[in-house]
């Protein structure tokens, strides 16, 4: 069964550095997205991409964050300056078309911890 | 906007006997989906089972099965002969217009031997 792939699976980072989250969608797959759990919390929406631009984002997706899809394979979110309160797993996840008929596949998400 | 409410934080269960996650939702539209999402302790996001708000029959997936009352906007999802590999967080979710899901808080279900 086709998977979502998400590296790296924990990264470590120091408050104020830049982080890179990859994840390689499925591969027929058109839309994209990237949402947060903080530990202990519910799963939060972050942002959804379609044809190389962002369809929706949320409130936590302020300047800090960035996603691209550099080289038509990779889907990528990038943290510019991490914080603290950025410690949480991130899951990739995506689906062949918006509507609503259509369901996600999730990765298995990669845990950052900013120290 | 959408929201998914979840009652129950933990649950615990015998092996081999039934739990039932409580689940409610709001959102104005008509065309919608539902999902459980289990979460073991590896953190990773397994979809349990969904169902189609325009289809009135209850899907069913082995031991999963849900109770769907639209009209009291109640998604309950049902784990018969539980068993130890259960054990995890369970969420309920809402896809409706636009691609995002929204999910509820979370049922941790604990399947004791």
């Known amino acids: 069964e086709p998977e979502v792939t998400q590296t790296p699976s924990h990264q470590v980072t120091q408050m104020g550095q830049e982080v890179i989250l990859r994840c390689v969608p499925i591969?027929?797959?058109?839309?994209f997205y990237w949402y947060r759990q903080i530990l202990g919390q519910k799963v939060e929406f972050l942002v959804s991409?379609?044809?190389?631009?962002?369809?929706?984002k949320s409130e936590i997706f302020d300047d800090q964050f960035s996603v691209e899809r550099p080289d038509g394979s990779n889907f990528t979110l990038k943290i510019r300056s991490t914080k603290l309160e950025d410690s949480a797993m991130y899951f990739c996840?995506?689906?062949?078309?918006?509507?609503?008929?259509?369901?996600?596949?999730f990765g298995s998400g990669t845990r950052l911890t900013v120290v | 906007a959408q929201t998914v409410t979840q009652s129950q934080p933990e649950m615990s269960v015998q092996e081999a006997e039934t739990v039932t996650l409580s689940c409610t939702y709001d959102?104005?539209?008509?065309?919608?989906?539902l999902f459980w999402y289990k979460q073991p302790p590896s953190r990773q996001m397994i979809l349990v089972i969904r169902?189609?708000?325009?289809?009135?029959q209850n899907a069913t997936e082995n031991r999963f099965s849900v109770n769907f009352q639209k009209a009291a906007k109640s998604f309950s999802l049902k784990i018969s002969d539980s068993q130890l590999g259960d054990t995890a967080m369970y969420f309920c979710?809402?896809?409706?217009?636009?691609?995002?899901?929204?999910f509820g808080g979370g049922t941790r279900v604990l399947v004791k031997p």
């Open positions: 996840a995506s689906s062949e078309s918006p509507s609503v008929t259509y369901g996600y596949t």
């Open positions: 591969s027929n797959h058109l839309y």
């Open positions: 991409f379609y044809n190389n631009e962002i369809s929706e």
């Open positions: 959102t104005s539209e008509n065309n919608y989906y």
């Open positions: 169902q189609e708000a325009y289809k009135q």
């Open positions: 979710a809402i896809k409706a217009a636009g691609n995002k899901l929204t």
